[in-house]
């Protein structure tokens, strides 16, 4: 069965262009978030999509970061203006519901993020 | 200061020793308690789960929650070499759905 799919695996930019990454959860799952990990660091909480409820957008660091979830399915972060602090790995996780032991967060592998 | 504080390590152990992980928290409204491993370019995987304070034992692994010390722990018995990884621990509470992460600990065990 598929897992959480990321795509890209790596993406290398300019400092001042825009990406978009992509987050394929599992089907079914109503639950989804983005994560942010710095070399050295934890995870660090963006973004979590629950069915159609408002998402919870607590963790942008900033304006210049926004994600979309379509149709309840695949999910889109852009980061616009791009900077070197931006450089990290950016995980995608989905769940039934909200994380717990009968709905545990399944991880993608992530998209690398290198910001020159 | 962090929410979580965890060890970064690295913890070399040689194979088939006891392993003690651990972390802290200050947010007393953490209720749920887990343990993810991550290994090299891949993304977390659920380890162990506990609900509130207590012990929980799944094969190798044991995870102890205090929350009177809001400290929280996961022992690894007879390590192998298959268990070098990072260990993250990670919490939440029953207002947020999103977890907090500790930063990891990055456990090597040698053959």
């Known amino acids: 069965g598929a897992g959480v799919s990321q795509s890209p695996s790596n993406k290398v930019t300019e400092k001042g262009k825009d990406v978009e990454l992509r987050c394929d959860p599992i089907?079914?799952?109503?639950?989804l978030y983005w994560y942010r990990q710095s070399l050295g660091q934890g995870l660090e909480f963006l973004i979590y999509?629950?069915?159609?409820?408002?998402?919870?957008k607590s963790g942008l660091p900033s304006d210049r970061f926004s994600a979309e979830r379509t149709g309840g399915s695949v999910s889109t972060l852009t980061i616009q203006r791009t900077q070197q602090e931006d450089s990290a790995v950016y995980l995608c996780?989905?769940?039934?519901?909200?994380?717990?032991?009968?709905?545990?967060?399944?991880f993608g592998n992530g998209t690398r993020l290198t910001v020159t | 200061q962090k929410e979580v504080e965890q060890d970064p390590g690295p913890l070399s152990v040689p194979e088939g020793a006891i392993v003690s992980l651990n972390c802290t928290y200050s947010?007393?409204?953490?209720?749920?308690f887990m343990w993810y491993r991550q290994y090299s370019r891949k993304g977390p995987e659920l380890l162990m789960y506990?609900?509130?304070?207590g012990n929980k034992e799944d094969g190798r692994f044991t995870a102890q929650v205090d929350k009177s010390s809001k400290y929280i722990s996961l022992f690894i018995r007879d390590s192998q070499p298959s268990d070098s990884a990072t260990y993250l621990c990670?919490?939440?509470?029953?207002?947020?759905?999103?977890?907090?992460f500790g930063s990891g600990t990055r456990l090597q065990v040698q053959p």
């Open positions: 996780a989905s769940s039934l519901a909200h994380g717990t032991s009968d709905s545990p967060l399944h």
């Open positions: 089907s079914g799952h109503t639950a």
């Open positions: 999509f629950q069915g159609n409820s408002a998402p919870d």
């Open positions: 947010n007393s409204a953490f209720q749920y």
């Open positions: 506990t609900y509130s304070s």
């Open positions: 990670a919490m939440m509470g029953t207002g947020r759905r999103a977890l907090t």
